[in-house]
């Protein structure tokens, strides 16, 4: 069984360049998590969606981020334009929703370094 | 909103001693708390989880216990391992359809050999 896989494993790139981060959630579950982990502030949850809907994205921490998700089997976090304090790693999560409280498995994340 | 405190932010044992990471949460209503393990380089796993209607549960070395009057959980490691080294997160969630869950601040256990 596969589980979530994220792309790239790594980015690179100069500020106020756009970057894509994406995401394919495990087959069949229906929630999927955006994440950022940075040292300071630990791990925040960006955005979730249920059904393939955006249900909560109070963590996105500005317009420059925009998450989608066109399909139950694909997602992505967008940030344009990217800034240096953008630099960290991004993680996505899905579960399978139902029933309740099932645990989210998460993916290996994208390490994001903005110059 | 719910918010999760953990401790202690960092934790070293000797190998084969045991490990205790402790969490207590402020929102009455959740019922359901995982516990995941963070390697270096990788996203979190989930290595044990619990939900309200149990007071404690046991998987091999590791083990969980959940206080709902004081609204207090904590995670168990018996005889570790060097391979037990890891930043680890405990987490509590609410029913509901889409499973949020708010993550503790993370313990980077370290095991000495």
């Known amino acids: 069984d596969a589980g979530v896989i994220q792309s790239p494993r790594h980015e690179v790139t100069e500020m106020g360049q756009e970057v894509t981060l994406r995401c394919k959630p495990i087959?069949?579950?229906?929630?999927l998590f955006w994440y950022r982990q940075t040292m300071m502030r630990g791990l925040e949850l960006l955005i979730y969606f249920n059904n393939n809907v955006p249900i909560d994205d109070s963590g996105m921490p500005e317009d420059r981020f925009s998450a989608k998700m066109p399909n139950a089997s694909f997602s992505t976090l967008k940030i344009q334009p990217s800034e240096p304090r953008d630099s960290a790693v991004y993680f996505c999560?899905?579960?399978?929703?139902?029933?309740?409280?099932?645990?989210?498995?998460f993916g290996d994340g994208t390490r994001l370094s903005i110059l | 909103g719910e918010n999760v405190e953990q401790h202690p932010s960092t934790l070293s044992v000797q190998e084969g001693d045991s490990a205790v990471i402790k969490c207590t949460y402020s929102d009455s209503a959740s019922n359901y708390f995982p516990w995941y393990k963070q390697e270096l380089g990788k996203g979190p796993q989930l290595i044990i989880d619990?939900?309200?209607?149990?007071g404690e549960k046991k998987d091999q070395r590791i083990a969980v216990t959940l206080n709902k009057t004081a609204k207090h959980f904590s995670l168990h490691i018996t005889e570790t391992q060097p391979e037990d080294s890891a930043v680890y997160f405990c987490?509590?969630?609410?029913?509901?359809?889409?499973?949020?869950?708010?993550f503790g601040s993370g313990t980077r256990l370290s095991i000495r050999p």
């Open positions: 999560a899905s579960s399978p929703g139902q029933p309740n409280n099932q645990p989210q498995h």
């Open positions: 087959s069949g579950h229906n929630s």
């Open positions: 619990i939900r309200s209607n149990v």
């Open positions: 987490a509590a969630s609410k029913h509901s359809s889409a499973s949020k869950i708010i």
